[in-house]
């Protein structure tokens, strides 16, 4: 299967990615992980995005497209792939198309994860995320982990990721509604999209994200 995720920054998109990739056995694709492993690796790339995920605004496309291209390419997604945080935007979208359409391969559905925007705040600003696995993440109030600092699952050392501080948040958003929302209206076109609420236990989402899935597989 080749799916999208969309939904703004914390509607959980790192979290549900990674159960739904393991049931549905495809690899999980974020274009903000490859991100951040170019950056605490100091790669060109690296360096290249930084400043404009330290500030909440999109990497430029010509970055963008070339590496989520390259990872696509990689042999285990051959039976498909779970998008998350790819395409961002309109371009990005069409050149997915492009890149599938010359494979005569195309994507089965777009999961659209929807949050209340107060929710995003409140998630994000106390968001922890561990540095070995960022699927793993944590909430100082709503789910704050056994050990101050430390992932219950892996033992990896939480941090609080640069953009999620109130201010960047706000401009992600912002991003969010001006240049990725338009996607949303797009893929509907082609009759993809499926809309969950993204509120609720992880795996109650989880259980909702699979129900609305499964029938676009075929
Ligand atoms: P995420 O981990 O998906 O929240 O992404 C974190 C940041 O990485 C975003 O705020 C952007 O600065 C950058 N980023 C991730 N994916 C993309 C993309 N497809 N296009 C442009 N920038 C991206």
């Known amino acids: 299967m080749r799916i999208v995720l969309v939904g703004p920054p914390g509607a959980g998109k790192g979290t549900q990615a990674a159960y739904l990739a393991e049931n549905l056995s495809i690899p999980h694709i974020s274009t903000g992980d ?20 330290k500030s909440g605004r999109l990497v430029p496309d010509e970055v963008t497209i070339g590496m989520a291209q390259d990872r696509m390419e990689q042999p285990d997604t051959s039976d498909g792939f779970l998008l998350d945080g790819f395409p961002r935007n309109l371009r990005q979208a069409e050149v997915l198309d492009e890149i599938l359409q010359s ?39 709503y789910s704050p982990p056994k050990a101050e600092g430390v992932c219950d699952t892996c033992g990896g050392e939480l941090y609080q990721r640069e953009d999620d501080s109130e201010d960047t948040v706000r401009k992600r958003l912002e991003v969010y509604h001006s240049d990725t929302e338009p996607i949303v209206d797009y893929y509907k076109a082609q009759g993809l999209v499926v809309t969950i609420s993204a509120l609720g236990k992880v795996a109650e989402v989880t259980r909702k994200a699979m129900d609305a899935i499964l029938p676009k597989a075929a």
Not at 123 to 132: D, F, L, S
């Open 34 to 53: 490859l991100f951040r492993a170019n950056i605490s690796q100091g790669t060109p790339l690296g360096q290249q995005a930084q400043e404009y995920m």
């Open 103 to 141: 494979k005569g391969q195309k994507l089965n559905a777009v999961l659209d994860l929807e949050v209340p925007e107060e929710e995003v705040v409140k998630r994000i600003a106390g968001r922890r995320t561990c540095r070995t696995d960022s699927s793993h993440t944590f909430h100082v109030i």
